[in-house]
């Protein structure tokens, strides 16, 4: 056995098989994250939903109080005055034919895109090169708005994506294994209540099936999913 998978099972020994409330689960997850870097924590909420079914989707932005801990790097597609309002709230890229040309020849030196309106009819043509990696702006998701200064700073400020997939599980950043249990426990928390707030209308019988957190390398760990305030108070 590698030295990896030995620190995997000693991490798993660890985990209860039973749900925990929220701020035992970070300090567990905290605990358990023994790489040699930040790793990344995740929730993934399992959720009674049938995203086959148009009134059953789930797909929203939520910005986490305590941030990310991700580094993001924002383009934005736009001109004039929004192309220089975009420059000061320290866009990374900005531009329009040659920006356009770049993402053309696979160059992806940005985390997230932000276009004006007026920019659409170009980027749209960028659909299939965007769309799958995530990155195609969206007026729902506030990354379609002539507040480009705005969105920029949302996005660099903490503001992550939220989607359930085919399953139904909405896979959600929450912070790094650097932050401190109550950080981690308010951003988890911050998720918790969108997601809560987006139920679709059309889903039926129990809407929260399970939630787990994890950091990149560690073992899941099971949330108390019936714990939906105060979620940074101890057991």
Known sequence: MSKKSKKYREA????????????????????????AFDETVTADFRLGIDTRQADQQLRGTVSLPNGSGKTVRVAVFAEGEAARAAEEAGAD???????????????FNFDAAVATPDQMGKVGRLGKILGPR???????????????????????????????D???????????ASFTPEQLAENYGAVYDEILRMKPSAAKGKYVKSITVASTMGPGIKVDSS?????????
Not at 93 to 107: C, H, K, S
Not at 135 to 157: F, Q, R, S, W, Y
């Open 12 to 35: 798993i020994a660890k985990v209860p098989a039973e749900p925990i409330a929220p701020l035992a689960a970070m300090n567990l997850v905290k605990e358990v994250a023994t790489a």
């Open 93 to 107: 890229i900005v531009g329009t034919d040659e920006l356009m040309a770049q993402v053309q020849a696979g160059e």
């Open 134 to 164: 995530g990155l195609m702006p969206n007026p729902k998701l506030g990354t379609v708005t002539n507040d480009v200064a705005k969105a920029i700073n949302e996005l660099k400020g903490g503001r992550v994506e939220y989607r359930a």
């Open 166 to 176: 085919r399953y139904g599980i909405a896979h959600v950043i929450i912070g790094k």
């Open 227 to 235: 714990v939906t305030r105060e979620y940074t108070e101890a057991e």
